[in-house]
């Protein structure tokens, strides 16, 4: 029996660095689409060495941008990974097998983020995302800044093993992003006419401290962990502290 095709889309800027591992780790699958918001180095020219389709597109914001890739694509069946994500080849033939399965109309799959250098503890809480899915049933929240991930209609699996993530390697690029995130995950909220709350403004950093520490097990990959569960309680409370700010910066217009 044929496997069913798949695309595999990205969509990148400046991803040079880790492009060639990522590309390489998905070259298995049917089509591999590459939507470029202007990348200044080698990227779209290692996407083309790798047969890729390079679209350029100028910044229409994650959801928007990743909904126009998704779009590009010519099978129903779809695999969206990022610049900085490579999958193993173990999880390619389980994302592989499953979509031949047709048992579902998503895959859920696990990341392995490297931080410092190395993998988190392996008993430490994996993020997971739907990130395989049918196009045809799939669609990005339109109205979100960040965290676009996708609604699927009917039934979801999920993958075993996980995709290795280097994107949050060094602690200034972790605290970079999530303070870019941060703002727009403030933004999203304050265009909500969401409240703020002094409550959760005091409390929030020390409950994502202990969540992320404590409940998913960041202390046991030690210092890392202690740093790494840090990053991600500053990050709670900068979108609170941030959506404070819009409020207050309206009030006093």
Request: hydrophobic fraction near 40%; aromatic fraction near 12%.
């Amino acid at each position: 029996m044929m496997s069913t095709p798949i695309s595999v889309f990205l969509i990148t800027c400046n991803e040079q660095e880790t492009l060639p591992a990522v590309l390489r780790s998905v070259s298995m699958f049917a089509e591999i689409i590459v939507v470029d918001s202007g990348s200044q180095d080698r990227t779209t020219a290692i996407a083309q060495e790798f047969g890729a389709k390079v679209i350029h597109q100028p910044w229409l914001g994650f959801a928007r941008q990743k909904a126009f890739a998704m779009q590009a694509c010519t099978h129903n069946w779809c695999f969206n990974i990022d610049g900085d994500e490579v999958v193993p080849e173990a999880v390619a033939k389980s994302i592989q097998q499953q979509v031949d399965a047709n048992e579902a109309n998503g895959l859920r799959v696990y990341f392995e983020d490297f931080f410092m250098g190395q993998p988190m503890h392996r008993s430490s809480h994996k993020r997971s995302i739907v990130r395989v899915f049918k196009q045809d049933k799939t669609r990005y929240p339109q109205d979100r800044l960040v965290h676009e991930n996708v609604t699927v209609d009917g039934p979801t699996q999920k993958v075993p093993g996980t995709i290795i993530h280097y994107g949050y390697d060094d602690v200034a690029t972790y605290m970079e992003k999530q303070n870019r995130y941060s703002s727009l995950s403030a933004q999203e909220k304050f265009n909500r006419q969401k409240p703020y709350s002094l409550a959760k403004l005091m409390l929030v950093f020390p409950l994502m401290f202990f969540k992320e520490y404590v409940l998913r097990k960041q202390f046991l990959s030690g210092a890392r962990g202690l740093v790494h569960a840090t990053i991600d309680a500053m990050y709670a409370f900068l979108k609170e502290a941030k959506l404070y700010e819009l409020h207050r910066r309206q009030k006093h217009k």
